[in-house]
């Protein structure tokens, strides 16, 4: 019964989003995982996926057809563990707030990681540390004036996950599980910071779309109200998320 009251919402909250333009129902983490991050790859390229854990970025098939070489970093070594093998080829565990680069990579993935470090500015900077001079850096983010990111901060980390879990039991399988902290993730913030680092913006991509008030209606038309009113006062700091593609000048 529940799952079918949740579904009949999601439904009803689908249909009505189909009146607003495109740009507003684009799903930021489906985009930035099959349109900007992918188009970076190329011929040989080194790759570092940071945060990526028992899930890589990059598949083997796609790894393998065009020979990339693959080192991914994650705070636990026992989730870079449960990636497919040979998904890496070297696995480095490290704190990212921490991490210093060897400033070697063409492509550097960072999905859905940046708002789970206690530390965004030292994040970011090691982030930097990990591109060589013209190569490029592919971030993507919930932000932290979203209101489910709002949420995320205040109620008790058994309550979220069981909340989660229970209603999106598919997002037991990614990073949503792991505790959430948002420190810097403010477009207006990740841009100055960026800058601070060396880096050229090349791409942004704001996105209004998450899926976590689409299976309670009323919530649904709330979450979009306010979202409206705070773009007026926020601008691009009022997107649920956004991703961005930065490259390294020097």
Not at 127 to 141: D, E, H, T, W
């Amino acid at each position: 019964m529940l799952r079918w009251f949740l579904q009949k919402n999601v439904s009803i909250s689908e249909h009505c989003d189909r009146l607003l333009p495109e740009r507003f129902r684009a799903d930021g983490n489906r985009t930035f995982a099959t349109e900007i991050a992918p188009r970076l790859l190329t011929q040989n390229a080194l790759v570092y996926d940071l945060g990526g854990g028992a899930r890589p970025f990059v598949s083997l098939s796609d790894k393998q057809r065009l020979n990339l070489t693959v080192v991914g970093l994650d705070l636990e070594g026992g989730e870079l563990a449960k990636a497919p093998q040979g998904a890496y080829d070297e696995q480095i565990e490290a704190d990212l707030t921490i991490f210093s680069g060897r400033g070697d990579a063409d492509v550097v993935i960072c999905q859905a990681t940046l708002e789970h470090v206690r530390d965004g500015t030292g994040a970011l900077r090691a982030i930097a540390s990990c591109a060589k001079p013209g190569g490029l850096i592919a971030i993507f983010s919930p932000s932290r004036n979203a209101i489910f990111a709002r949420l995320n901060r205040v109620l008790p980390e058994k309550v979220k996950r069981w909340l989660l879990f229970k209603i999106f039991p598919e997002k037991s399988l990614g990073h949503d599980g792991f505790p959430a902290f948002y420190d810097k993730c403010l477009p207006s913030e990740v841009e100055r910071i960026a800058a601070q680092n060396g880096l050229e913006l090349v791409e942004r991509r704001l996105f209004w779309k998450s899926s976590y008030f689409y299976a309670f209606v009323p919530a649904f038309f709330a979450w979009r109200v306010w979202q409206g009113v705070s773009a007026v006062f926020l601008g691009a700091d009022a997107a649920e998320t956004y991703a961005y593609v930065f490259r390294r000048m020097h």
